[in-house]
């Protein structure tokens, strides 16, 4: 438990420092090219889910992508208690990406009505959704879990 709630914070703490930083030093909507070509930074607001699923939804209903958010920090809580004991340590770090990232979007969520995304890759006219620290977090910690539930652990 100790190792979920040092890599959660250290993702919360890094994923809000950055999100301030890149809603003090950049416009709404104005890349500025890091790799010309493939990597730009890019401040949008997102008020929807993951990849903007959502974004569309009225302001009136948007309690609703907080509430989906919640119940899926409530669903890994669940999914962390029967891991945590044969998972080891991959399983801990994973999980605490998880829910730093999970809840740091959240904190957006709560601050702005939105979360903060900067990261945009591109090639040409192909765009990756926008994303930020804490998606990453996100990702990695789900990649992680995956790699534990498909690779057979070795007796010992």
Known sequence: MRLILLFGFAVLVVDQVVKLLALAYLTPGVPVPVVDGFFALTLILNPGLAFGFFASTPPGWR???????????????????????????????ALGLIFGGAVGNLVDRYRFGAVVDFIDLYWRSYHWPAFNVADSAISVGVGLLALRLLIPSRPA
């Open 63 to 93: 309690w609703l992508v907080s509430l989906f958010s919640l119940a899926a920090l409530g669903v890994l809580l669940k999914l962390s208690a029967r891991l945590l004991p044969s998972g080891g340590r991959s399983a801990a770090i």
